[in-house]
């Protein structure tokens, strides 16, 4: 094994705050004041992918939209034709082929059929607070939900990478749904391009991306990782790496993978519980892994990238915020370069669970008190911790609202 650098190591990078509920304070530093030197742990073997090639606009567009590349190789099309497709993809996002007049008349008569997205904007709507929700329709008709959160100095996407979720965690309402299907990473990549659209009818511009929308996105990695690469490369939409965020709620291998893909992109691991029985209460069996299992491999995706690990806890009254569970999760994560988000819950109608499981019959959200003196003692600690306040529970766009049911959506576009 190699060796683990230290927590406190000077090389530690932070994440610009991108949780899916950002909007209340900003960490106060960019770096954990750690009180105890991390210990050494060995490293899990996961196999991870090679190194990706160099993209070029040609790779590029196979990646994003390979029913275009197909059609370009199908009609002997030159490399270039690819180059100016994408272009017009990105520069001109949702604007129909009939307007790309740098291609002759029989690649855009062609190209009309595939379109120039792989999502139909169905509906939106907007919070109070300028949050929109999208409601997007895929091909096959499934829906899903994206939210854009615009704050005074960036505009935040928050992302879906499954039609509903496998996972079934207790509360939240996309959990309800059960999988439908994954996303593609054209469909992925197109919520960003739609948000461009609707962000820049203010003014505004997407400089920050967070995976936190419907579905888990580790066990949907390889069509994540391409719509990253398609995001970030500056044939592509160009954001910064670092300007992303992955929320897992723990998937060890897919943790060390992406970081291995990725090294620049933040991790953000939902933990939500400093012990296996409460964690028990919240994440179904079939998903679930110790949590000793999951800071392992926290540790090590931190070995690899030197990112500072988000940790999100949704405080449950009564559940998880007693003043014992605060100083177990400073236990935890003392000694580690982390920021804990402490996240309110955002109401959804409670649910019988597949497979038997039963979940407490309702949640409450931690009195504020609770999340105060929770905080308060992590900070005791030296562990750095925030309270973020949720961005659009009025539209059911808050963490864990999103449900992508379209008979919701009553009033269609507004
Ligand atoms: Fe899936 Fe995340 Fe909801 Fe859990 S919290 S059910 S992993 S979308």
């Known amino acids: 094994m190699t060796a683990k650098p230290s927590a406190r190591r000077s090389g530690a990078k932070s994440p610009p705050s991108p949780s899916r509920s950002y909007g209340g304070q900003r960490p106060s530093s960019g770096r954990a004041k750690p009180s105890q030197p991390q210990t050494r742990r060995p490293k899990t073997h996961v196999p ?9 606009p040609q790779s590029l567009l196979t990646l994003y939209r390979p029913d275009i590349s197909q059609m370009l190789d199908a009609t002997g099309s030159p490399p270039y034709r690819r180059a100016q497709i994408l272009e017009h993809l990105v520069r001109r996002p949702l604007q129909p082929f009939s307007q790309a007049t740098a291609l002759p008349a029989d690649v855009r008569e062609a190209l009309e059929p595939l379109g120039v997205t792989t999502l139909e904007l ?3 709507r907007t919070a109070p607070d300028g949050t929109n929700k999208l409601l997007l329709r895929g091909r096959d008709g499934a829906t899903i939900e994206t939210v854009i959160m615009r704050y005074r100095d960036r505009v935040t996407v928050c992302i879906s990478s499954q039609v509903g979720c496998p996972v079934g965690c207790a509360f939240c309402a996309t959990g309800g749904m059960g999988l439908r299907r994954n996303l ?12 461009v659209v609707v962000a820049a009818e203010d003014g505004r511009r997407v400089s920050n991306l967070v995976y936190m929308g419907m579905g888990e996105p580790l066990l949907n990695l390889q069509a994540v990782l391409d719509s990253i690469r398609v995001l970030t490369d500056p044939h592509g939409l160009g954001l910064s790496h670092r300007a992303v965020s992955v929320s897992t709620i723990g998937v060890p291998g897919g943790m060390i993978r992406l970081g291995h893909a990725e090294p620049q992109v933040n991790l953000a691991l939902s933990l939500h519980a400093t012990d296996d029985a409460t964690r028990a209460l919240l994440v179904p069996s079939r998903f679930r892994h110790p949590i000793s299992e999951l800071l392992e491999a926290a540790w090590e995706h931190f070995s690899i990238t030197h990112r500072k690990l988000l940790i999100e806890y ?4 009564g559940v998880n915020d007693s003043l014992d569970d605060a100083r177990r999760l400073a236990a935890l994560l003392r000694g ?6 402490l996240l309110e819950w955002n109401p959804v109608s409670q649910r019988a669970l597949p497979g038997g499981e039963s979940f407490p019959a309702s949640f409450r959200p931690s009195l504020m008190a609770s999340v105060v003196a929770f905080r308060e003692t992590l900070l005791a600690s030296h562990v750095e911790a925030v309270v973020r306040r949720s961005k659009g529970a009025g539209i059911q766009a808050a963490c864990g609202q999103l449900a992508g049911r379209a008979a919701e959506w009553t009033d269609g576009k507004t």
């Open 48 to 56: 991870t992918s090679p190194p990706a090639p160099p993209a070029t």
């Open 314 to 317: 949704v405080l449950l009254r």
């Open 184 to 195: 593609t990473a054209a469909e992925m990549t197109d919520q960003v391009r739609t948000a």
């Open 336 to 341: 580690h370069v982390v920021t804990v988000n």
């Open 122 to 124: 169905a509906g939106t």
